[in-house]
């Protein structure tokens, strides 16, 4: 098995504690991509599942953001899923799987994330005509919206309460996505048994059902706060 990071210490760790190979990728750089797919593919000549979960907000209204920020978003958030769909389904066989990480905002508006919401946007289009496309190859091609993860990304929203609980509000179970819960909805996705392809599901608590935290509900310092510290 192999995982793939910007820093390169976190998937070290990570490799270390699931007896795999760690490489250092930056998704948005095709070379990058390319590298871990033939590192992934090193073993036999075929990778079997390839899962990416690359994400960069870019926070900022459209009219503040200009080309450079607007550019970042794309690189980061859709540009890395076509490196990456094309370089692992090259080296695929049959049974192939791939799975992309979208973002709920791509379907709920939340203010100030329209560049990042775009971006994850297109890549969940991105995924149905690859699964059309790569469909007579027998490799399927799948996608998994996120809401509010429980990981270190969210800490310092955690630390403020009111936004934290205006977040909480917001979703029917009343609670962050487990990265565990995350991992299964991928390999679910990935497992043979799953007749399914084209798909985005989303795995929120129900956040989906209703909709992000809007300016007027949260004070200006905390809502900006809670929008950094989001991790979408």
Not at 10 to 23: H, K
Not at 25 to 48: K, N
Not at 186 to 191: D, G, K
Request: charged share 15%; proline share 5%.
């Amino acid at each position: 098995m192999v995982v793939g990071g910007r820093r390169f210490e976190g998937v070290q760790e990570l490799a270390s504690e699931i007896d795999g190979l760690a490489v250092q990728c930056d998704a948005s750089v095709e070379a990058d991509v390319v590298a871990m797919a033939e590192a992934a593919a090193a073993p036999d000549g075929v990778i079997d599942i390839a899962i990416l979960a690359a994400g960069m907000p870019v926070i900022g209204t459209i009219d503040e953001l200009d080309g450079t920020a607007w550019r970042s978003a794309i690189d980061n958030n859709f540009l890395s899923a076509v490196h990456f769909v094309r370089q692992m389904a090259r080296r695929m066989q049959a049974g192939g799987s791939i799975v992309i990480l979208s973002s709920i905002v791509a379907i709920r508006q939340m203010p100030g994330y329209g560049s990042y919401a775009c971006a994850k946007g297109a890549s969940e289009v991105l995924v149905r005509y690859a699964a059309l496309e790569y469909a007579q190859r027998g490799i399927r091609v799948n996608a998994v919206s996120t809401g509010l993860i429980d990981s270190p990304m969210i800490a310092g929203l955690r630390a403020v309460p009111e936004a934290w609980n205006a977040f909480l509000k917001e979703i029917p179970l009343g609670k962050p996505v487990q990265p565990s819960e995350m991992a299964e909805a991928c390999l679910w996705l990935s497992s043979p048994a799953a007749a399914v392809t084209g798909i985005c599901v989303v795995v929120d608590n129900g956040y989906h059902l209703l909709r992000p935290p809007q300016p007027s509900e949260i004070s200006a310092g905390v809502y900006k706060q809670a929008n950094t510290q989001a991790g979408y």
